[in-house]
């Protein structure tokens, strides 16, 4: 059977200082056949001029075909994946934001594991590392599971998008509503490879230091992701959409537990949060969160920069 063409989706916006990195991770790909396609939410940092003057000087190779757009008005964070999404012509689409950096075998070791699965998965997840604005490796990406998606280190079939369609609120994050979109259409692969260079404190949800700001906000992102689900369930079969309504159900009763925790003033308030939340028995990051989220401001906001700090310490140490 012949190997499916691959398509590496670079999603910008205002990135300009770091789209050429990103394209040229995507371009030094040694997966084949290959297709890179790139399309610029109409940012108005210069990111385009940047896009155009990258391809020109520096062309993908003769085998690896290329799409470029520029959106006319900006769709957001899902609209201008969906747009990409649109113009690829691979059975598989590697997601590639425009800040971060793809290792050169990051099709290629996607596509295995897709194809070994019988090229059923509607996603495949992995790993990667946390780098900095300037590059500098910071620690080890997590693996990337559906629990936990992260779009930047995930790839998708287009199978998804000629089923639900484009998505109707823009004000959505690509990567909730697709890996939900994916659970609900079959099964998703999760393998431990390290396949990409996640940038912090460049992006949309990420900030080294003040993890409060970043957990409200990530949890209000999957919230509303949660409650959009609605519409999605409500396009499955019968059976598949009552398993589905239930499991919503539960995720948004946990959600909201889990940002009443980090919002609430009262230490009652606080404390119903955290018995509704289901809490694993060991001292997880989640749970040492938990635990910070207790504590009464100004001192749960101490305790958390000086985790940060202590994290930041051991990466840079090695020990992470």
Not at 279 to 300: G, H
Request: glycine share 6%.
């Amino acid at each position: 059977m012949a190997k499916p063409l691959v398509s590496i989706c670079v999603k910008s916006w205002n990135g300009r200082r770091y789209v050429r990195e990103a394209l040229a991770g995507a371009f030094a790909q040694t997966y084949r056949p290959l297709e890179v396609v790139v399309v610029d939410d109409a940012s108005d940092d210069g990111s385009w001029d940047e896009i155009q003057a990258f391809c020109r000087d520096n062309p993908p190779p003769p085998s690896v075909s290329l799409v470029l757009k520029r959106n006319a008005a900006n769709l957001g964070s899902i609209g201008n994946w969906e747009e990409v999404c649109s113009l690829a012509h691979g059975e598989l689409l590697v997601k590639a934001d425009g800040d971060d950096i793809s290792a050169p075998d990051r099709a290629e070791r996607i596509a295995a594991a897709w194809m070994a699965d019988g090229r059923r998965a509607m996603a495949v997840c992995h790993s990667g590392w946390q780098i900095g604005r300037h590059g500098e490796r910071k620690g080890r990406l997590r693996i990337v599971t559906p629990g936990w998606p992260l779009g930047a280190a995930m790839a998708f079939s287009p199978r998804i998008l000629e089923f639900f369609g484009r998505t109707a609120d823009g004000s959505l994050v690509d990567d909730e509503v697709w890996t939900r979109r994916a659970q609900m259409l079959g099964s998703v692969i999760v393998i431990p490879d390290r396949l990409v260079s996640y940038r912090l404190g460049s992006g949309e949800t990420t900030n080294e230091w003040n993890i409060r700001s970043v957990v409200v906000r990530c949890t209000m992102m999957s919230l509303a992701a949660v409650r959009y689900a609605h519409v999605d369930a409500a396009k499955l079969a019968p059976s598949d959409r009552d398993v589905w309504l239930s499991r919503l159900a539960a995720d948004e009763a946990r959600l909201s537990a889990k940002l009443a925790l980090a919002t609430e003033r009262s230490l009652r308030a606080r404390w119903r949060a955290f018995r509704a939340m289901p809490c694993a028995r060991r001292l997880s990051v989640a749970n040492y969160l938990r635990l910070s989220f207790l504590l009464p401001r100004p001192v749960s906001d101490v305790a958390l920069f000086a985790y940060v700090l202590l994290r930041n310490v051991l990466r840079r140490a090695g020990a992470l």
